[in-house]
């Protein structure tokens, strides 16, 4: 099992920074994909962007050139620096990983963190 803890969401206006943290504990395999998800009123779950073990972004369209994601692997910690925010942030953010260990994948989800973004 693994254990994910957000922290970082809140309000903030239009054009502001937020940064995101998600802390993971429990049996993280060494390949394994961290990355945040987000979910608006009435949308469905959507990937903001995630990153491999080795280091590999991958990034939605909607927040590339904005959003820059990280992690601290000695820590299991992920990291999204969101610039730039605009009304349409707003969402719940969560926080995923992907155990990996031959064919087969592993899935856990965090609590989710709110990210509220005024214009």
């Known amino acids: 099992q693994v254990q994910l803890v957000e922290s970082g969401g809140g309000l903030v206006q239009a054009g502001g920074s937020l940064r995101l943290s998600c802390a993971a504990s429990g049996s993280i395999f060494s390949l394994n994909v961290m990355g945040w998800y987000r979910q608006a009123p009435g949308k469905p779950r959507e990937l903001v962007a995630h990153?491999?073990?080795?280091?590999?972004?991958a990034y939605a369209d909607s927040v590339k050139g904005r959003f820059t994601i990280s992690r601290d692997n000695a820590k299991n910690t992920v990291f999204l620096q969101m610039n730039s925010l605009k009304p349409e942030d707003t969402a719940v953010y969560y926080c995923?990983?992907?155990?990996?260990?031959?064919?087969?994948?592993?899935?856990?989800w965090g609590q989710g963190t709110q990210v509220t973004v005024s214009s």
């Open positions: 995923h990983i992907r155990n990996v260990r031959g064919i087969n994948e592993y899935d856990y």
């Open positions: 990153i491999s073990s080795g280091g590999i972004a």
